[in-house]
T-cell receptor
Framework: DAKTTQPPSMDCAEGRAANLPCNHS???????VYWYRQIHSQGPQYIIH???NNETNEMASLIITEDRKSSTLILPHATLRDTAVYYC???????????????FGEGTQLTVNP | IAGITQAPTSQILAAGRRMTLRCTQD?????MYWYRQDLGLGLRLIHY???????GKGEVPDGYSVSRANTDDFPLTLASAVPSQTSVYFC?????????????FGPGTRLTVL
């Protein structure tokens, strides 16, 4: 699976959009970009994933550049409860018989300030 | 829908004792996983199961065993606990689809081995 690079920390004002960048310059054509977050002392929470098109769900939007070498997770209206470590993960599609592990890097500590 | 439940929430255990961490999911997911999370090392896969009746080793399986007697339950057993097994343990599950396959995590078990 491709390696990802994220800033170690970011701050955001409550109510503003939080834009979390991720570089994955060695991504392969069939690898997906996943985002998870982990609020302190809780289990990782799935946010969103995509392959090449931009994606949006009730939690966030994912913008993937045309060359797929980087992506941005957007939380449109950040709240204090969005304070967490955000992980960008690039992973291969699951095969028929393979065990599919997630490799979490260091992530970005997002702090939403009042 | 409860999703994934884990028990106990936390446990202090004497070295050499046997311990089973429980994990139950109600999403009828085919695949289940056990990870441990340690500061500076991220999440590491211990064991996984692609479907009921099958299990496989992850990247750090030594000292741990699992079973998958049915779809819902995936217990993790430490036969003789050692202090290096002090960690936070997360169970996860996924549909087990070929291709994109999203993993969902439980709340975790914090284990301390003295």
């Amino acid at each position: 699976d491709a390696k990802t690079t994220q800033p170690p920390s970011m701050d955001c004002a409550e109510g503003r959009a939080a834009n979390l960048p991720c570089n994955h310059s060695t991504i392969s054509g069939n690898e997906y970009v996943y985002w998870y977050r982990q609020i302190h002392s809780q289990g990782p929470q799935y946010i969103i994933h995509g392959l090449k098109n931009n994606e949006t769900n009730e939690m966030a939007s994912l913008i993937i550049t045309e060359d797929r070498k980087s992506s941005t997770l957007i939380l449109p209206h950040a709240t204090l409860r969005d304070t967490a470590v955000y992980y960008c993960i690039v992973r291969s599609p699951r095969g028929e018989t393979s065990g599919s592990r997630l490799t979490f890097g260091e992530g970005t500590q997002l702090t939403v300030n009042p | 829908i409860a999703g994934i439940t884990q028990a106990p929430t936390s446990q202090i255990l004497a070295a050499g004792r046997r311990m089973t961490l429980r994990c139950t999911q109600d999403m009828r997911h085919n695949a289940m996983y056990w990870y441990r999370q340690d500061l500076g090392l991220g999440l590491r896969l211990i064991h996984y199961s692609n479907t009921a009746g099958t299990t496989g080793k992850g990247e750090v399986p030594d000292g741990y065993s699992v079973s998958r007697a049915n779809t819902d339950d995936f217990p993790l057993t430490l036969a003789s606990a050692v202090p290096s097994q002090t960690s936070v343990y997360f169970c996860a599950s996924s549909e087990g689809l070929v291709g994109t396959d999203t993993q969902y995590f439980g709340p975790g078990t914090r284990l301390t081995v003295l």
